[in-house]
């Protein structure tokens, strides 16, 4: 008899999502079988190395890594630019929703010096993100999937754009069902991929505007569970360290799995942007949660659906860009890689 998991496997494969040798636009699952064949065996052993020896954080950091990018400017590794004033990069790792938010680059540029010894100039920044994403919610308990590739990596970053663009933790279900739309992404969408934060840790500043004073009210968010806030209240007193860190699943804080969704039915979302989800009245996204908290396989099956969506952004493809050599900066000129053009327009599911 077929685990869960492996009747998942079959039934995307079915349904063309994890065909082999899908292609769609000009992003392949076979895009690096000749070229970087162990890509990704290459990138999960040093997530996995990470994961059990010095940060069991860093799988959720990684898929916010790729979320962020993204969001702001389409799939191209724009998250991972330092500032640099002569190519006239202004980093979108100093915009507010990323300052304090988004971690893991040591790791993504010991990637990247891997993947350079074993396929020089061949993997993309972008796609590396991709891939780790991918292995980093596997090696959690969670679904896999064969991934699109073919990402290139861009040469300008859109600090404005992750300020305005990306959902803050603070904000009601409107303002996050807008930013998905934005980007071709429904309220399942926005419910799966918010159930990444089964994973992961969050400091007190993302969450004490719930605890003490929520929306001035001068009394804690009423959607909080009493137990769970004076845990909470304990942990982060008003006045106290913004930066002590809680995990965001109180139960199964390391594991990809459906509690994210019960934990929100028990009134125990860390964000208010994830407790908005299920304590919006007459919101369309109650029934998703009850859906996905009673039914793991439909989570991870529309959580692998959702995550190729996002992952096909506005990327940008062939001579279109550049394979970077280091992550955190653009080729210079001279380096024989640098592949600069207009963005590829190609989508899988956005039109």
């Given at each position: ?10 039934v ?37 190395d ?19 990018d ?67 919610v ?10 699109l ?14 300020n ?9 279900l ?9 980007k ?114 439909a989570?991870?099956?529309n959580?692998v ?17 550049e394979v ?14 640098s ?13």
């Open positions: 008899m077929m685990s869960g998991l492996s009747l998942l496997y079959v995307l494969i079915i349904g063309g999502i994890l065909s082999p040798s899908s292609s769609y636009g000009q992003l392949s699952t076979t895009f690096y079988d000749q070229t970087c064949p162990n890509v990704t065996n290459i990138i999960e052993d040093i997530v996995a990470v994961l059990n020896n010095s940060d069991p954080r860093i799988g959720a950091s990684l898929i916010r890594l790729h979320f962020h993204c969001f702001v400017h389409g799939c191209d590794g724009s998250v991972l630019l330092d500032n640099d004033t002569t190519n006239g990069i202004v980093s979108e790792k100093d915009a507010g929703p990323n300052q304090n938010s988004i971690r893991g680059f040591e790791v993504v540029d010991r990637i990247k010096a891997a993947l350079e010894q074993a396929c020089p100039q061949t993997v993309s920044c972008a796609d590396l993100l991709t891939i780790a994403s991918e292995r980093s596997y090696l959690a308990g969670g679904p896999r999937w064969r991934n590739l073919g990402r290139r990596d861009g040469r300008i970053a859109n600090q404005t754009g992750a305005i663009l990306l959902p803050s933790p603070f904000v009601t409107d303002v996050l069902k807008s930013k998905f739309m934005d071709g992404l429904d309220s399942t969408d926005l419910v799966a991929l918010s159930g990444a934060h089964t994973f992961g840790r969050g400091q007190c500043g993302a969450f004490s505007n719930r605890l003490f004073n929520f929306n001035d009210t001068g009394s804690p968010d009423p959607t909080i569970e009493q137990n769970y806030l004076k845990l909470l209240q304990d942990l982060c007193p008003e006045g106290g360290n913004v930066s002590i860190l809680t995990d965001i699943d109180p139960t199964t804080p390391d594991q990809f799995d459906k509690n994210y969704y019960t934990n929100l039915q028990q009134l125990k979302g860390l964000f208010q942007s994830d407790q908005e989800l299920f304590s919006t009245p007459g919101a369309d996204t109650i029934e998703i949660v009850n859906n996905f908290s009673g039914n793991q396989t989570f991870f099956e959580f659906i959702s995550m190729i969506k996002m992952g096909n952004l506005n990327p940008i493809t062939g001579s279109d860009g970077r050599l280091n992550c955190r900066k653009v080729n210079d000129v001279g380096d024989g890689v592949l600069i053009g207009s963005r590829s327009k190609s989508s899988v599911f956005v039109s």
